[in-house]
């Protein structure tokens, strides 16, 4: 049992589980800078993937989707580094199929029934993701730290001493993922997802609004990147033609 | 007079050993693993080089001065990287074959180019392909296709891998030269095509979303939903500021609070 949960509220989580989410969540971090970046740490396949180790991807997909469209404008790329989605959206995902409150009804019954509680766990991702920003950026401050202890090469010419400080910072990358990743995890799993149940009426309405806000916010926020005089035909174009794409095959597919 | 002799002569295509370009390849991944704010990837650079200087006839004042001349700031692209990698490697190379090329031409050689790699690949990944490849799995997404975007990520990594290996070998041959590849006005047409292309796929999520709120029987109704959508992708248009996701997310639900105080 979780020690600050009370009694009976939620499950013992399943460890065995949350050691594999732990271990993709160092993984994914690795990928998101400090190796290969595949884009597999992205918030959709991070979710997704998470979706799949608990059986249920199509969670995954309702909660990475909203959150994947909303930080689209954020860039990983040196000091304008942002947060950090992907233990973010593991933890998201994990924490409530831990809970036992699958949100993939959402997206398979066509019920919006469950919307109020994946509102609730984007916001708890963005929270979480802030956190994380905190501790990458202590990372970061760690590695410069490393990084002039390697300046005694500059004297001594020793070749091992660089080799084990880049891996040192590869290992911190690796460890700091899969701790947030069940840090986090336990946090939604624990207290964030039960205090839902205590949440007031208008609360709960707002936040079954959230994710259908979200597509929107990330939208413009790569409108605005792209430039909107420069832009707007070619999204027009996109968007008209999809519009009524959709309408159409709405109407005429089963 | 004979044309050719005018011509400066072809040399012999050079390439690196299979073992020494795994070994900067695989390295190569790692670039950005040690980045710190002062000098941000010197220690991957460094990290990277290593496995050539380990292949020389060593000595340590040499490596002394080896490693002065990666040590200072250095940041580039990390998928371009290896271009500007390859050609170190052969300028350390040309280097200790001769006393043409002098050690702070190499710091210079890799400052300038670095920086222009850096924002090439800025426009073009970044800026370019990124967007493009996250509305493509977002559209993906909104129909549902999770396999699709397993798939999409899949040929990226397999073609960002491909690019990095066949990198490392082009920038080697060209050693100095690669500067020239800068110039190549294919960069700037790809990099037009891949902005392109991520703008229509943003409309096309964007028509694809509306389509699918219109028929969501939501709480607030459709039309409060249209004002929502329509205030949060002109919000950051009108703000002129760019503001981190998790920070919206926040935005959204004042504009949730407010939608659900409204109704």
Redesign the interface.
């Known amino acids: 049992m979780i020690p600050w949960v009370p009694p009976g509220l939620v499950s013992d989580p399943n460890l065995p589980a949350l050691l594999v989410l732990g271990l993709m969540a160092g993984l994914l971090a690795?990928d998101d800078?400090?190796?290969?970046?595949?884009?597999?740490g992205?918030p959709?396949?991070a979710a997704?993937l998470t979706g799949y180790l608990f059986g249920d991807?199509?969670t995954g997909?309702a909660v990475?989707?909203p959150?994947?469209?909303?930080?689209?404008?954020?860039?990983p790329?040196?000091?304008t580094f942002?947060?950090d989605?992907t233990s973010a959206a593991i933890a998201a995902v994990g924490g409530t199929l831990l809970a036992g409150r699958p949100l993939s009804p959402v997206?398979v019954a066509d019920t919006?029934g469950t919307?109020p509680l994946l509102?609730w766990v984007?916001?708890g991702a963005?929270?979480l993701?802030?956190l994380g920003?905190l501790l990458i950026q202590a990372e970061?401050?760690s590695?410069?730290i490393?990084?002039?202890k390697?300046?005694h090469?500059?004297?001594?010419?020793r070749?091992g001493r660089?080799?084990s400080?880049?891996i040192r910072?590869?290992g911190t990358?690796f460890l700091r993922g899969l701790a947030s990743g069940i840090l986090f995890t336990l946090f939604i799993y624990g207290a964030w997802v039960p205090l839902y149940d205590h949440l007031p009426g208008?609360?709960r309405?707002?936040?079954?609004?959230?994710p259908?806000?979200?597509?929107?916010?990330?939208?413009?926020?790569?409108?605005?990147?792209?430039g909107?005089k420069s832009?707007w035909h070619?999204?027009?174009?996109?968007?008209?033609?999809?519009?009524?794409?959709?309408?159409y095959f709405?109407g005429v597919l089963p | 007079m004979n044309p050719d002799l005018t011509r400066k002569p072809k040399e012999p295509r050079r390439r690196l050993s299979w073992g020494l370009q795994w070994s900067l390849w695989v390295r190569s991944l790692s670039l950005q693993a040690s980045w710190n704010h002062q000098r941000m990837q010197n220690l991957g650079l460094l990290w990277n080089v290593l496995p050539w200087l380990r292949r020389q006839k060593r000595h340590i004042n040499q490596d002394r001065l080896f490693f002065r001349r990666y040590y200072g700031f250095f940041n580039t692209n990390p998928y371009l990287a290896n271009f500007l990698i390859g050609g170190l490697v052969r300028l350390e190379e040309d280097r200790s074959a001769g006393p043409e090329i002098e050690s702070e031409f190499i710091g210079t050689f890799r400052d300038s180019v670095g920086r222009a790699f850096a924002s090439l690949g800025d426009q073009l990944f970044w800026l370019g392909l990124r967007p493009t490849l996250v509305m493509l799995i977002c559209f993906s997404g909104l129909l549902g296709q999770i396999s699709s975007i397993m798939l999409i990520l899949g040929i990226f990594t397999v073609f960002q891998l491909v690019l990095r290996w066949l990198a490392l070998q082009r920038g080697y041959e060209l050693g100095m030269d690669i500067v020239d590849l800068l110039f190549d006005r294919r960069w700037h047409l790809w990099i037009a095509r891949t902005k392109r292309a991520g703008m229509v796929l943003t409309g096309m999520v964007i028509g694809l979303y509306l389509a699918q709120i219109t028929d969501t029987g939501v709480s607030p109704g459709r039309g409060m939903l249209w004002v929502g959508t329509g205030l949060g992708m002109g919000l950051p248009v009108i703000l002129r500021k760019r503001l981190p996701g998790e920070v919206m997310i926040l935005a959204a639900l004042l504009m949730a609070l407010v939608l659900a105080f409204a109704i």
């Open positions: 690795l800078t400090a190796f290969a970046q595949t884009w597999f992205q959709l396949p997704i991807p199509i997909l990475g989707l959150l994947q469209l909303v930080l689209s404008g954020n860039i790329v040196g000091q942002t947060g989605p997206l919006v919307l509102g984007i916001l963005g929270l993701s802030m920003h970061r401050r590695n410069g490393w990084m002039l390697g300046l090469s500059l004297r001594d010419g070749l660089i080799d400080l880049h910072c590869l990358t208008l609360i309405t707002s936040l079954g609004t959230l259908l806000l979200l597509p929107g916010l990330g939208v413009g926020t790569l409108i605005d990147r792209y909107l832009s070619w999204m027009a174009l996109g968007m008209v033609c999809t519009f009524f794409a959709a309408r709405s």
